[in-house]
């Protein structure tokens, strides 16, 4: 009987390990595991109230193009405004978004779909969220990786070790990339340009920063 | 759904008004005439270049968001609206086809004999030229000014009432023309859009209308 709790024990140990292992290892197979520098992580963009951030949006998904204008504001300390409009200016979509709430103050009839609001939302949390916590950290020689851990999801903040900006965000669920989301900034406070790859759903959004005056 | 993205994006949007302190309703009989004067002037007009400045006004941002471009319509119904600050887009609007640029990516979209598109294309180009008095279709207010008269359409049809609350034209009283475009989406979001540099009826090549 002891033998085999000691086996069961074993095997055991070895699947956490394996399992483990499987959940970081597709995200970060190629960097090597290091101590926390860090336990928290702050995201720099979409964060100053006093900011119009206004980005050229085109967006493809299962082959068909949109294009239009993309909005936010930061307008609390947990609140962003989101607009979606056409380059004629009027608006498509209306949102309010927080780590925790949503809600919708316009939608056109042809955009009001569960599965499209629903990706939205997980896109748009992405993108505008300032705070991690993070568990573990990997590195490369060029990047360092933050993990953070949400319930199923991990997301892996990419920082580019030459001059210490997040560049990429990878949104996963234990055994499977869900979303790329990669940033090219200005100065580590502003996003000049980003893209939101689905892995899952033929969906990308693209989005370059407009300088409107 | 792309179609009806695309027809989306040619709805303006309105609300009701509270009119300027400084405007005044017109009377009955100057309603009748300025109509009169906007129709002859409409009618005259066989090509219209200008450039426009477009500022898009979201209530919770700190300023306007601005864009500046050019228009060319020829009649009947050939529309071109070019941006080219702060990116390069132009939408044509050309024999039932929506031709779009998107820097340099084309695409079209055939709207064939689609009633609402009928509707928006008579819309923009009523806005431009002025000639929007249809009774049947809106609700229209008059108003003037020391220097402009201003016309204030509710659209009648529930469907554009959803996108438009208001469309609001505002006219130079010397040549009864189109100045400025307010489109009101709600009270507090709106695009308004000014048009400058008006060239009427200058020959033009119709190959702009080619995507």
Same mark, same amino acid.
């Given at each position: 009987?002891?033998?085999?709790?000691?086996?069961?024990?074993?095997?055991?140990?070895?699947?956490?390990?394996?399992?483990?292992?499987?959940?970081?290892?597709?995200?970060?197979?190629?960097?090597?595991?290091?101590?926390?520098?860090?336990?928290?992580?702050?995201?720099?963009?979409?964060?100053?109230?006093?900011?119009?951030?206004?980005?050229?949006?085109?967006?493809?998904?299962?082959?068909?193009?949109?294009?239009?204008?993309?909005?936010?504001?930061?307008?609390?300390?947990?609140?962003?405004?989101?607009?979606?409009?056409?380059?004629?200016?009027?608006?498509?979509?209306?949102?309010?978004?927080?780590?925790?709430?949503?809600?919708?103050?316009?939608?056109?009839?042809?955009?009001?779909?569960?599965?499209?609001?629903?990706?939205?939302?997980?896109?748009?949390?992405?993108?505008?969220?300032?705070?991690?916590?993070?568990?573990?950290?990997?590195?490369?020689?060029?990047?360092?990786?933050?993990?953070?851990?949400?319930?199923?999801?991990?997301?892996?903040?990419?920082?580019?070790?030459?001059?210490?900006?997040?560049?990429?965000?990878?949104?996963?669920?234990?055994?499977?990339?869900?979303?790329?989301?990669?940033?090219?900034?200005?100065?580590?406070?502003?996003?000049?340009?980003?893209?939101?790859?689905?892995?899952?759903?033929?969906?990308?959004?693209?989005?370059?920063?407009?300088?409107?005056? | 759904?792309?179609?009806?993205?695309?027809?989306?994006?040619?709805?303006?949007?309105?609300?009701?008004?509270?009119?300027?302190?400084?405007?005044?309703?017109?009377?009955?009989?100057?309603?009748?005439?300025?109509?009169?004067?906007?129709?002859?002037?409409?009618?005259?007009?066989?090509?219209?270049?200008?450039?426009?400045?477009?500022?898009?006004?979201?209530?919770?941002? $700190?300023?306007?968001?601005?864009?500046?471009?050019?228009?060319?319509?020829?009649?009947?119904?050939?529309?071109?609206?070019?941006?080219?600050?702060?990116?390069?887009?132009?939408?044509?609007?050309?024999?039932?086809?929506?031709?779009?640029?998107?820097?340099?990516?084309?695409?079209?979209?055939?709207?064939?004999? $689609?009633?609402?598109?009928?509707?928006?294309?008579?819309?923009?180009?009523?806005?431009?030229?002025?000639?929007?008095?249809?009774?049947?279709?809106?609700?229209?207010?008059?108003?003037?000014?020391?220097?402009?008269?201003?016309?204030?359409?509710?659209?009648?049809?529930?469907?554009?009432?959803?996108?438009?609350?208001?469309?609001?034209?505002?006219?130079?009283?010397?040549?009864?023309?189109?100045?400025? !475009?307010?489109?009101?989406?709600? $009270?507090?979001?709106?695009?308004?859009? !000014?048009?400058?540099?008006? !060239?009427?009826?200058?020959?033009?090549?119709?190959?702009?209308?080619?995507?």
């Amino acid at each position: 009987m002891r033998k085999l709790t000691t086996l069961y024990l074993i095997i055991s140990s070895f699947l956490v390990l394996v399992l483990s292992s499987c959940s970081t290892l597709n995200v970060v197979k190629d960097y090597k595991s290091v101590n926390l520098e860090t336990t928290k992580f702050e995201v720099p963009y979409f964060s100053n109230p006093e900011i119009d951030y206004v980005y050229k949006a085109n967006i493809t998904v299962y082959g068909n193009e949109l294009s239009g204008i993309f909005i936010t504001k930061k307008i609390n300390d947990t609140i962003h405004r989101v607009v979606f409009t056409t380059e004629f200016g009027n608006k498509l979509l209306d949102f309010e978004i927080s780590e925790t709430n949503f809600k919708i103050n316009f939608i056109v009839d042809a955009l009001d779909r569960k599965i499209l609001i629903n990706t939205l939302i997980t896109d748009f949390r992405l993108l505008l969220r300032k705070n991690y916590v993070v568990k573990k950290q990997f590195e490369n020689n060029e990047y360092k990786v933050f993990m953070t851990e949400d319930g199923k999801i991990n997301n892996y903040l990419f920082i580019l070790k030459l001059d210490n900006t997040l560049r990429k965000i990878i949104y996963a669920t234990k055994r499977k990339e869900k979303i790329n989301l990669t940033i090219t900034s200005e100065n580590n406070s502003f996003a000049t340009k980003i893209s939101i790859q689905h892995y899952n759903i033929k969906l990308r959004i693209e989005l370059n920063y407009l300088q409107t005056q | 759904m792309k179609n009806k993205v695309y027809l989306v994006i040619l709805i303006f949007c309105i609300c009701p008004f509270i009119p300027y302190a400084q405007e005044q309703k017109m009377s009955e009989s100057e309603i009748v005439i300025f109509k009169q004067v906007v129709r002859e002037v409409s009618r005259k007009i066989k090509t219209l270049s200008t450039d426009f400045v477009q500022y898009k006004h979201l209530d919770f941002l $700190s300023k306007d968001i601005e864009s500046s471009g050019k228009m060319v319509f020829m009649e009947p119904d050939l529309l071109q609206w070019q941006y080219i600050k702060p990116y390069n887009y132009s939408i044509i609007f050309k024999s039932g086809k929506i031709l779009i640029n998107d820097e340099g990516k084309k695409s079209a979209v055939d709207v064939g004999n $689609s009633k609402i598109f009928g509707k928006i294309n008579k819309l923009i180009i009523g806005s431009i030229s002025g000639d929007l008095f249809d009774d049947e279709e809106f609700a229209i207010f008059y108003y003037k000014n020391k220097n402009n008269t201003i016309t204030k359409f509710i659209p009648k049809d529930t469907n554009l009432l959803k996108y438009i609350k208001q469309i609001e034209l505002t006219f130079d009283k010397d040549d009864a023309t189109v100045i400025q !475009v307010k489109l009101f989406e709600s $009270s507090e979001d709106f695009t308004r859009i !000014v048009l400058k540099n008006k !060239v009427l009826n200058a020959k033009i090549n119709d190959s702009i209308f080619n995507n």
